[in-house]
């Protein structure tokens, strides 16, 4: 039934020491001639089995000699051959159409068969599509790689590692030869075919390398890559520094595409990039596009040793390269903003996506049991709670015991794929620490819940907390196990200030503490507490769980005044949107926690100090997606009306007036700038944009819509077009006119365009989005588009998907038909927004329902029909 299992895992019974891969390159014909260097792994006779998907064979010969139609077994899937020698060179040639791959995976065609180019996606089992191999990680080769293509057409060819040659050949056509000296998985191998523009900067590492780093992009675009070579350069030179991780090859590559699966890839010495990821400039991109490109390309490049030096041994262990550089490129995106602001976002998108999937039908444990279609991994889970999970174990060993750990790890495991047992064996070396308590978190799934009480005993003089953890039940796994949490945490005095806190039999430890928390329920009591104290728990979101500390509004307004740790200043702010927001759902005629919301940020709104991105955040109530988790059944149009109060209410006791002059203040002192405090600025001044329109519509919408039209940059103009949308105020539409002449041929930005109008809050998004897939910009082939459109409707627009009429739901249901037969892997990700059935109101539950049966009853790829499956439960 194609289900793989971990538990099944077997080394393989064939090596491979080295590869020749020739390729002929051609837009709908493209011959592969492979030479596998093959070693059978035991002592007796093996068939060898390779992965093939979509080939057409043309030869195959064994150590020079041709194969007769006896000695092997071709399916569509797999070539078999029982007898080979323990040592032989296998040659295969195959023919491949890249023009007909609109699945994006393989070999394939970018833009048109006139001026695009070809690349490859080969994570996790493109390699197949392009020659027979065992394609799986844990086979490391060393690849050796000709391009001969026409020169006209194709006058850049690239691969993998370092260049070895090029020369001329016969009718025009010319060959470019590349050798990667580090054996890899097939994963990794890259190659890229077209006319493409090129950027370049020499660079030389710590340890003496001269590397030359070279971003390729199409056409003008390449004019804009500028910034993601900047952002490459502080990665690399970060990397050296927090790791001690030089690069190992002479050349560094960066290619964009518009048509790409996901975000980037890692392949060894030629990323490839979706444009969206590193493109850059003013006039085309939001100060949030600039943040994605730094951290993006810095994930891609510190994958070089987290996921290419050391790869995994197979995919189940895939958090061990996904959670690892999500956290590396956490600290470096922290080192390199503002450390609060990355985490609040980063505890954001945790909670907006990974809760959600850890609570639904799709919840699997960071490093999964079992899978039947691998690409519906690479999850929230996999990445953001798998970086979390490595976030506390850094933590718990502290900054110089992790880079000792992270060095060992480095040391016993270079060059080869390895398991999560092994990074944690590696990082407990470093001190002597038994991590293997960590094991349980990567392999138990859900969110946990931990319950904290507190209380002061006057005559003890001491604060006494109860802890409790609880995780629900997710499919598969009725019965959890309680897991190490660290828990990081304060006593605050009146001021705001930590207290010393001292434990029985434990000497003071100044100001903040961990508590190693692992078991179903704990009592911890600090002695010498004179009076009592409001506890901040769980600062810095010290783990990932969901927090219930019981505390009040009255202690939520505290630690929003006085908590000197930003986070949870910020979350104190959450949980006293929260209470509101449960007031004001529960249709309450008076919500005290929202006029307590109300009141302390209007304190706090005037106060010069605060950081004015973080500021923002605290005016900002957590998304609907997040509160929605709160509801239970789900009625998706009353959450919206209970989150609008909020923001209602808050604009209003703020007031026109304080609204109207902050802003006037922070746009009188505008000028463009790029930097952090440019930026933190800017995210104040449109947030303020937003709350004011809702008090002062008219005059608000005027200023928007004149910013707007004179708007010197993307991040304004954006904001100022989004904010028109959200207040549905009469300037949007010609707003949105403009925005779509302005930028109709750069897709980039035309995808802005179609993400504001998903995310419209109007009664008419579903006919809208409806007609819009009909606008001739817009294709279900690409996936940006898909993502954009159809993507951001289902999961950002939760009232008009939702609509009670069923109509998103239809829409939704009929797209995914179509992508499906094009793109199985988008269309997967895309049915992903329906898992949350179950718990909507019985309306609309009955409708969805009835969407993602009909939809299971349909002939679908394996992505979809898995999803569909474990959605369905
Ligand atoms: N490793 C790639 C993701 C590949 C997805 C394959 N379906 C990008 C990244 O995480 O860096
Ligand atoms: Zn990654």
Redesign the pocket.
């Known amino acids: 039934n194609g289900v793989v299992r971990l538990a099944d895992y077997v080394a393989p019974a064939w090596r491979v020491d080295e590869v020749e891969l020739e390729f002929d390159l051609g837009i709908s014909v493209t011959q592969v001639r492979a030479r596998l260097h093959l070693r059978r792994s035991g002592v007796t006779p093996q068939a060898l089995v390779l992965d093939g998907a979509g080939l057409q064979l043309q030869a195959i010969r064994v150590d020079g000699r041709e194969l007769a139609d006896t000695q092997y077994t071709l399916d569509e899937t797999s070539l078999r051959i029982e007898q080979l020698p323990a040592v032989c060179v296998l040659e295969t040639l195959a023919l491949i159409d890249p023009a007909a791959n609109s699945a994006l995976s393989g070999l394939y065609l970018s833009g048109s068969a006139e001026h695009g180019f070809l690349l490859t996606q080969c994570?996790?089992e493109g390699f197949r599509r392009i020659t027979w191999y065992p394609d799986r990680p844990d086979v490391l080769a060393k690849f050796h790689v000709l391009l001969r293509a026409d020169r006209q057409r194709f006058p850049v060819l690239l691969a993998n590692g370092n260049p070895a040659g090029s020369g001329e050949l016969e009718d025009g056509r010319h060959w470019v030869a590349w050798v990667d000296p580090h054996p890899k998985p097939c994963y990794l191998f890259a190659l890229v075919a077209g006319r493409l523009e090129k950027i370049e900067q020499e660079y030389r590492t710590a340890d003496g390398r001269a590397v030359m780093l070279r971003i390729f992009a199409e056409g003008d675009a390449i004019a804009r890559c500028g910034y993601a070579m900047d952002a490459l350069v502080r990665a690399m030179r970060w990397d050296e520094q927090q790791y001690g991780c030089n690069y190992d090859l002479d050349v560094f590559h960066i290619v964009a595409t518009h048509d790409f699966?996901?975000?980037?890839?890692?392949n060894k010495g030629l990323n490839i990039f979706n444009a969206k990821y590193l493109l850059a400039d003013p006039q085309h991109s939001s100060d949030d596009d600039y943040a994605h490109v730094e951290a993006i390309v810095a994930?891609?490049y510190f994958?070089n040793w987290t996921g290419n030096r050391v790869t995994c041994r197979d995919w189940f262990q895939l958090s061990l390269k996904?959670g690892l550089t999500v956290y590396r490129e956490q600290q470096f995106s922290a080192d390199m903003n503002s450390a609060t602001l990355k985490r609040i976002e980063d505890v954001q998108i945790l909670r907006r996506s990974q809760f959600i999937e850890d609570a639904g039908p799709l919840a699997h444990p960071v490093r999964p049991e079992q899978y039947s279609a691998i690409?519906n991994f690479?999850t929230a889970t996999v990445y953001d709670k798998g970086a979390e999970l490595v976030r506390m174990i850094a933590g718990r060993l502290g900054a110089a015991a992790w880079r000792r750990g992270m060095d060992e790890y480095f040391l016993r495991h270079d060059g080869e794929a390895a398991t999560v047992e092994q990074f944690l064996a590696a990082l407990g070396s470093a001190d002597g620490s038994d991590l293997s308590p960590y094991l349980r978190w990567y392999a138990q799934a859900g969110t946990p819940q931990l319950q904290a009480r507190g209380e002061y005993d006057a005559a003890q003089r001491c604060y006494r907390l109860d802890l409790q953890q609880h995780t629900p039940a997710t499919p598969g796994q009725p019965h959890k196990q309680a897991l190490p949490i660290p828990l990081r945490l304060a006593l605050l005095g009146d001021d705001g200030k930590a207290l010393p806190l001292r434990l029985h039999d434990s000497a003071d430890a100044p100001g903040e503490r961990v508590l190693e928390f692992d078991s179903d329920r704990a009592r911890f009591e600090f002695q010498d507490i004179d009076a009592p104290r409001v506890a901040s728990l769980l600062r810095g979101f010290s783990a990932p769980v969901r927090l219930d500390a019981g505390l009040g509004a009255a202690d939520l307004a505290f630690l929003l005044r006085f908590e000197s740790d930003g986070f949870n200043r910020w979350e104190a702010a959450q949980q006293l949107a929260r209470l509101a927001f449960a007031g004001c759902l529960a249709g309450a005629p008076v919500v005290p926690e929202l006029g307590t919301w109300c009141d302390t940020l209007a304190e706090l709104f005037p106060q010069a100090a605060l950081d004015p991105a973080l500021l923002a955040e605290l005016l900002t109530p957590p998304e609907l997606n997040d509160l929605a988790q709160s509801c239970d059944p789900l009625d998706p149009a009353a959450a919206h009306t209970a989150r609008e109060a909020l923001e209602q209410a808050l604009a209003q006791r703020l007031g026109a007036n304080a609204l109207r002059a902050r802003h006037a203040q922070l746009l009188q002192a505008e000028r463009g700038d790029l930097d952090g405090a440019a930026r933190a600025r800017r995210r104040l001044l449109n947030r303020c944009l937003r709350l004011w329109l809702r008090v002062e519509p008219i005059a608000a919408a005027a200023m928007a819509a004149q910013r707007y039209a004179e708007a010197p940059a993307m991040t304004e103009r954006l904001a100022c077009l989004a904010a028109l949308l959200a207040a549905g105020a009469e300037q949007a539409q010609p707003a949105l006119d403009d925005f779509a002449c302005r930028y109709d041929a750069d897709p980039v930005t035309l995808d802005k365009w179609f993400v504001l109008q998903a995310q419209a809050p109007r009664s008419d998004t579903v006919e809208r989005v409806a007609a819009l897939m009909a606008h001739p910009r817009f294709s279900l082939r690409n996936p940006n588009r898909v993502s954009a459109l159809l993507q951001n409707f289902a999961v950002r627009n939760l009232p008009a998907f939702h609509r009670p009429d069923g109509a998103g739901y239809v829409l939704i249901e009929q797209a995914l038909a179509q992508i499906d037969a094009l793109n199985p892997?988008t269309a997967a990700r895309l049915a992903t927004a329906l898992k949350d059935w179950a718990r909507l109101e019985p309306a609309r539950r009955r409708l969805l329902q009835a969407s993602l049966q009909r939809l299971v009853r349909r002939d679908s790829s394996q992505d979809l029909a898995d999803i569909l499956r474990r959605t369905l439960g």
């Open positions: 994570e996790a699966n996901m975000g980037a890839m890692e994930h891609e994958h996904e690409d690479y892997t």
